[in-house]
T-cell receptor, first 115, second 106 residues
Framework: EPEVTQTPSHQVTQMGQEVILRCVPI?????FYWYRQILGQKVEFLVS????????KSEIFDDQFSVERPDGSNFTLKIRSTKLEDSAMYFC?????????????FGPGTRLTVL | KNEVEQSPQNLTAQEGEFITINCSYS?????LHWLQQHPGGGIVSLFM???GKKKHGRLIATINIQEKHSSLHITASHPRDSAVYIC????????FGAGTRLTVKP
């Protein structure tokens, strides 16, 4: 069964460093998403991506964040200069169509720890 | 005030009991999703609803758009149903409730 994969499963970095979180969505899906979940808190939407551009982004997704689909399979989230408060679980998801009509499939998550 | 409110926050049940988890929202939505987050952290989509009712196995989800309310029911609950159940609504983005932690005891 197709699944969304994410690498790495755990990333430890120093404050101020750049990190890139990687995701491989399900191959025939068209919509891609990043979410984060700070430990003990609810899941938060970061960004959605369709047709090679951002379709929606939250207030959290400021200039420190960027997303890219560099080839036909990968979908990446870059944090330019990490802060302590960026420590969280980051989930990638994909869906075949919009979430108004389709379910989405989540990756297992990347735990980011900023020291 | 949160746009998506779930109740209860925590729920403990005995195996076999009928479970109901509620979700109320305060914004206009195009759809509502129910998600399950496993103890290990992984998230699985259970249902996407824009009206009426859906059933999958022992799980039933309903939505009342006029009342801005959805329920998730689990019939004949089992310890493997123990997880956090999350309601999320689609506006332009996806907005999440805080989740309901369900523990089913054998």
């Amino acid at each position: 069964e197709p699944e969304v994969t994410q690498t790495p499963s755990h990333q430890v970095t120093q404050m101020g460093q750049e990190v890139i979180l990687r995701c491989v969505p399900i191959s025939n899906h068209l919509y891609f998403y990043w979410y984060r979940q700070i430990l003990g808190q609810k899941v938060e939407f970061l960004v959605s991506f369709y047709n090679n551009e951002i379709s929606e982004k939250s207030e959290i997704f400021d200039d420190q964040f960027s997303v890219e689909r560099p080839d036909g399979s990968n979908f990446t989230l870059k944090i330019r200069s990490t802060k302590l408060e960026d420590s969280a679980m980051y989930f990638c998801a994909s869906s075949p169509g919009t979430l108004s009509y389709n379910e989405q499939f989540f990756g297992p998550g990347t735990r980011l720890t900023v020291l | 005030k949160n746009e998506v409110e779930q109740s209860p926050q925590n729920l403990t049940a005995q195996e076999g009991e009928f479970i109901t988890i509620n979700c109320s929202y305060s914004v206009g939505i195009s759809a509502l999703h129910w998600l399950q987050q496993h103890p290990g952290g992984g998230i699985v989509s259970l249902f996407m609803l824009s009206s009426g009712k859906k059933k999958h196995g022992r799980l039933i989800a309903t939505i009342n758009i006029q009342e801005k309310h959805s329920s998730l029911h689990i019939t004949a609950s089992h310890p493997r149903d123990s997880a956090v159940y999350i309601c999320a609504v689609i506006v332009n983005d996806m907005r999440f409730g805080a989740g309901t932690r369900l523990t089913v005891k054998p």
